[in-house]
């Protein structure tokens, strides 16, 4: 048994087919296929069932799927434990962040990341959550922050911070900038709202169905500063997390409102490769960026009030 057949075999149940496989670890569909029968050969057992939906993992193949996520993942923990001791970090890293943690977060940890670690070189993709999972699945990014959703095959998730939704209109709005809203006393709601592909609008669409709060006009833009642009000029509102609108706290450029019923709020998780650990560079800024988040959603928390809160009053 080698490392290179489980590394095949963790992403054959990933991408559900050897061809998709093949193109993710770098090799022939045929190589593939060979290092996973002598896989099942030392084992002495079936890995894989075929069918026209593509390969599904048997029992004794989800059994190895999760063993050998777990001997990869110590093993690059070794190598990177290994690489920390010899001095100065170096390397690549690259993250994923959400249009919510770009505007907040970004910005202040890489200005005194890139000072502190000169030798480090940093990417950092901005997307929404289905992407950047996909990023981290394949190994294209290292890490990222997403809402909270259904754990992907090949994630490792943790829980993060509770960030407290905020309702954002023009500057001109008739309420007083902070004053708490209740959703169900607005009429004529005119809302700006993700696309589909975006985890939170199926979020907040289900907060305002189950409490009957009728939408007069949606719009639909993918482009967060697009949106923000629109709300500061128009009739047009929107529900943005407190993590993206806390440096309006002037009230210069749009209005911000905590909103008292229904309470909603995100819920951040980290996701990373479930067969790798961080490398050392990539600890470090994710350590930074966590850091960041936390003091930032502490703030949000704070002004916007959180969700036990709202429910309370």
């Known amino acids: 048994m080698r490392l290179r057949q489980l590394r095949f075999m ?17 090799a022939t569909q045929s190589g593939v296929s060979a290092q996973i029968k002598l896989l099942e050969e030392s084992l002495d057992t079936k890995l894989f069932e075929r ?11 989800k059994l190895v799927y999760q063993r050998a996520t777990r001997v990869l993942r110590e093993t690059t ?8 001791l010899k001095g100065t970090v170096t390397g690549s890293v690259s993250t994923g962040l959400m249009p ?3 505007r907040s977060v970004a910005a202040p940890v890489l200005e005194s990341f890139a000072s502190r670690y000169p030798n480090i070189e940093v990417k950092v993709e901005e997307a929404y959550s289905a992407q950047l999972s996909e990023g ?8 990222a922050v997403v809402p909270m959703s259904a754990t992907d095959t090949g994630l490792r998730t943790t829980q993060l911070e509770i960030d407290p939704e905020v309702f954002v209109t023009a500057p001109n709005n008739k309420r007083p900038h902070l004053s708490p809203v209740d959703l169900t006393e607005i009429k004529s709601l005119k809302l700006v709202l993700p696309g589909s592909a975006n985890a939170r609008r199926d979020s907040i669409k289900g907060a305002l ?54 309470a909603m709020s995100l819920q ?21 960026m966590l850091a960041e988040l936390t003091a930032v959603c502490e703030k949000c928390r704070s002004v916007f009030g959180s969700t036990e809160q709202h429910e309370t009053r």
Request: glycine content about 4%; overall charge negative; hydrophobic content about 45%.
């Open 136 to 143: 981290v699945r394949t190994g294209r990014l290292d890490f």
């Open 209 to 262: 169905r189950s409490n009957n709060i009728s939408v007069d006009k949606v719009m639909e833009l993918d482009t967060m500063m697009a949106t923000l642009d629109l709300v500061s000029r128009s009739e047009w509102t929107t529900i943005l997390p407190g993590c993206l609108v806390i440096d309006d706290l002037s009230g210069e450029h749009r209005q911000l409102h905590p909103i008292i019923h229904p």
């Open 51 to 61: 069918s026209v939906a593509g390969v599904i993992p048997t029992a004794a193949g």
């Open 100 to 102: 919510t943690t770009t």
């Open 10 to 26: 963790i992403a054959v149940v990933e991408e559900g087919s050897f061809t998709a496989a093949a193109t993710r670890v770098h």
């Open 77 to 84: 923990a070794m190598v990177s434990d290994v690489s920390a």
């Open 268 to 288: 951040y998780v980290l996701i990373e490769p479930a067969s790798r650990t961080l490398s050392p560079a990539a600890q470090l800024l994710c350590d930074a």
